[in-house]
């Protein structure tokens, strides 16, 4: 028999140590105690344990239910977590913009807080809405994370005002990691609401729900598996391997998140350049709202740190770090065996001062130099201090860099290839920032001839014709001890049409 609307689960799993937590749940007991007004409700017999609350048409009374503030409340709470069984009989549909499984959202109240919902597209969704009215959305694709298949289903996600940071979770699996910093406030102070966003039946969610749990901690992934094993359990945790000898990381602007090329055929593209060159590990730029769907076709997990920058991991993300400004850099910690993490940063760097301009200008060496002062190198000097300073960048821990800096290296523009470069040879400061701060250049160290190998990742999206000038501005930088690059190599193909106007670039190391 299932437990009331006021007992814990720590109390039925106490091994989890989850803290306080509150759980509704919806059978008969629970309708005769009255605990909650569920007079008018139908109850649909198979629910995760013995009866679940029935929303479909199958139900004549399907109005939303408001739980008791003052047991469910998110209110001024730093910390939480949310948890919900939810079933969607094959065929049932949702409205066209979805519809709300359970929130605290109250927009008219100014009261902020997280949704999650079952999507139009036959998936889920969840997010958070700052007191000011603005949204953060998860939107998963449904073929990767099906939610209308007549399966439960155990959605959840944490939420941690501390660390600006929310986790999202589909079936046990941390599937997605978002940044908040750049939102408002969100105080959580509205009531909860199961089953819709409003008191009415017109937008309420079609389908089944049961065991809805809150608690006033976060959960860590392998709690909420625990949670989700404890009706699926033959369900195992992937495991790592004891020690990993190799890591592919590659660093990829994707030009505006793919969709130059289609909206559904560029990020697809996208994903395949990924899949076919193995890469473990991507810190995507330009991701512009494609992250969820590039993560799902590969089956890896999104970290989403601004509308700009995202990473993508095949392994735990277990850690995330902020530096300078989200738009800028994104920076995670990763593990990749049970005795092996690395840490990663993806980043962004200015796309002024125009070299191109400056070169058929005739501006002198010192003055271009001076310029990149301004914005790149400026940008770049500040993550490196913020990263060092939080003692991201050193130790023992291999640490990698990649991304899209805009400009090119000093490596690359020397005596021997001042033809290439109008009779230029410029000491570009941000690959010295990079050298001087204990990093090596992958591709650099491998091919050390820029002459014969240039490697010019911009642009494959031009003619010589039309752009003029090519340059190698998408980088991957290493450090830590026993790092050593094996392989590394731009891609600027696509069996159809390569959708970037940036080369992906890839590097293999050995760990």
Same mark, same amino acid.
């Given at each position: 028999m299932k437990q009331n609307i006021f007992t814990t689960l720590l109390c039925c799993l106490p091994a989890l140590a989850w803290g306080q937590a509150r759980t509704v749940t919806f059978d008969a007991r629970t309708q005769q105690s009255r605990i909650l007004p569920l007079e008018k409700y139908t109850l649909y017999a198979d629910g995760v344990q013995d009866e679940a609350l029935d929303f479909t048409a199958a139900a004549a009374y399907r109005i939303p239910i408001e739980l008791d503030s003052m047991a469910f409340t998110a209110n001024g709470k730093q910390v939480y977590s949310a948890a919900v069984w939810v079933r969607i009989p094959k065929g049932e549909v949702q409205g066209a913009s979805g519809s709300v499984i359970v929130t605290n959202v109250n927009k008219q109240a100014k009261a902020g807080g997280f949704t999650i919902g079952a999507a139009a597209n036959g998936s889920?969704?969840?997010?958070?809405?700052?007191?000011?009215?603005?949204?953060?959305?998860?939107?998963?694709?449904?073929? &990767?994370?099906?939610?209308?298949?007549?399966?439960?289903?155990?959605?959840?996600?944490?939420?941690?005002?501390?660390?600006?940071?929310?986790?999202?979770?589909?079936?046990?699996?941390?599937?997605?990691?978002?940044?908040?910093?750049?939102?408002?406030?969100?105080?959580?102070?509205?009531?909860? &609401?199961?089953?819709?966003?409003?008191?009415?039946?017109?937008?309420?969610?079609?389908?089944?729900?049961?065991?809805?749990?809150?608690?006033?901690?976060?959960?860590?992934?392998?709690?909420?598996?625990?949670?989700?094993?404890?009706?699926?359990?033959?369900?195992?945790?992937?495991?790592?391997?004891?020690?990993?000898?190799?890591?592919?990381?590659?660093?990829?602007?994707?030009?505006?998140?793919?969709?130059?090329?289609?909206?559904?055929?560029?990020?697809?593209?996208?994903?395949?350049?990924?899949?076919?060159?193995?890469?473990?590990?991507?810190?995507?730029?330009?991701?512009?709202?494609?992250?969820?769907?590039?993560?799902?076709?590969?089956?890896?997990?999104?970290?989403?740190?601004?509308?700009?920058?995202?990473?993508?991991?095949?392994?735990?993300?277990?850690?995330?770090?902020?530096?300078?400004?989200?738009?800028?850099?994104?920076?995670?910690?990763?593990?990749?065996?049970?005795? $092996?993490?690395?840490?990663?940063?993806?980043?962004?760097?200015?796309?002024?001062?125009?070299?191109?301009? $400056?070169?058929?200008?005739?501006?002198?060496?010192?003055s271009i130099v001076a310029g990149e002062w301004t914005t790149r190198a400026a940008e770049l000097e500040q993550i490196l201090h913020e990263a060092d300073s939080a003692g991201f960048i050193g130790g023992d821990v291999p640490t990698f860099v990649s991304g899209d800096f805009n400009i090119d290296s000093h490596l690359d523009w020397i005596e021997s290839t001042r033809d290439e470069h109008e009779g230029y040879v410029v000491p570009w400061p941000t690959s010295l920032l990079m050298e001087q701060a204990g990093f090596t250049d992958s591709y650099r160290k491998l091919y050390p001839d820029p002459k014969a190998y240039p490697c010019k990742t911009w642009s494959p999206a031009y003619k010589p014709e039309e752009n003029g000038f090519y340059y190698r501005i998408d980088f991957i930088f290493y450090k830590g001890p026993g790092v050593e690059p094996r392989e590394s190599r731009m891609i600027d193909t696509h069996r159809v049409r390569f959708p970037s106007d940036h080369a992906a670039m890839l590097t293999v190391f050995g760990l």
């Open positions: 889920w969704y969840a997010g958070f809405t700052d007191d000011n009215g603005g949204s953060l959305w998860y939107e998963p694709t449904a073929a &990767r994370q099906p939610l209308a298949d007549g399966r439960w289903h155990l959605l959840a996600l944490t939420y941690n005002g501390r660390q600006g940071k929310a986790r999202f979770y589909y079936d046990g699996k941390n599937v997605a990691i978002y940044n908040l910093r750049e939102m408002a406030g969100i105080n959580g102070r509205g009531r909860m &609401r199961i089953g819709g966003a409003d008191s009415t039946e017109w937008n309420a969610f079609n389908g089944q729900i049961d065991e809805f749990a809150f608690y006033d901690t976060q959960l860590t992934p392998e709690a909420v598996f625990r949670l989700y094993s404890s009706y699926y359990t033959r369900a195992r945790l992937e495991q790592l391997p004891d020690k990993r000898e190799e890591l592919r990381l590659m660093g990829f602007n994707i030009w505006h998140g793919g969709n130059e090329t289609g909206a559904e055929a560029g990020p697809k593209r996208v994903a395949d350049i990924i899949r076919d060159s193995g890469a473990e590990v991507v810190g995507l730029i330009e991701t512009y709202g494609s992250g969820p769907k590039i993560a799902d076709e590969l089956g890896y997990c999104l970290y989403l740190h601004s509308s700009n920058l995202s990473i993508l991991s095949k392994f735990p993300i277990v850690g995330t770090a902020d530096f300078f400004h989200p738009f800028n850099c994104s920076a995670a910690k990763i593990r990749v065996s049970k005795t $092996q993490t690395v840490n990663y940063i993806n980043l962004w760097l200015h796309y002024l001062p125009d070299t191109r301009k $400056q070169l058929l200008d005739r501006v002198s060496v010192d």
